[in-house]
């Protein structure tokens, strides 16, 4: 089992930057790939980022890219989201990924979410 716990979303303006954190419970974190999701309102949850349990591969979204960088820190069992250039559009709800395999770019390859923490970019 693993839990996940996010923190550091918040309330930015447009271009400003925040950075995300995951952590997650469990000895085997580092056997994990891990990833990020994101809902906005009346949308379904996507795709945003994701990072192979050796940290060495990373998969970013098109909208993303270039703003976002993935990256964990295995001796403290967090993943983190550093974001910036933030635009409204990047409003939502952002949840945590865990699964057992090298990567994670769909919902349906998701073994365990966390709790979600919200981003509000305004204009």
């Known amino acids: 089992q693993v839990q996940l716990v996010e923190s550091g979303g918040g309330l930015v303006q447009a271009g400003g930057s925040l950075r995300l954190s995951c952590a997650a419970s469990g000895r085997t974190f580092s056997r994990y790939a891990m990833g990020w999701f994101r809902q906005a309102p009346g949308k379904e949850r996507e795709f945003v980022t994701t990072?192979?349990?050796?940290?060495?591969?990373?998969i970013y979204a098109d909208s993303v890219k270039g703003r976002f960088t993935i990256s964990r820190d295995d001796a403290k069992n967090t993943v983190y989201l550093e974001m910036n250039s933030l635009k409204p559009e990047d409003t939502a709800v952002y949840y945590c990924?865990?699964?057992?395999?090298?990567?994670?770019?769909?919902?349906?390859?998701?073994?365990?979410w966390g709790q979600g923490t919200q981003v509000t970019v305004s204009s």
């Open positions: 990924a865990a699964a057992s395999r090298f990567l994670i770019t769909k919902r349906a390859e998701v073994d365990y």
């Open positions: 990072i192979s349990w050796s940290g060495g591969s990373t």
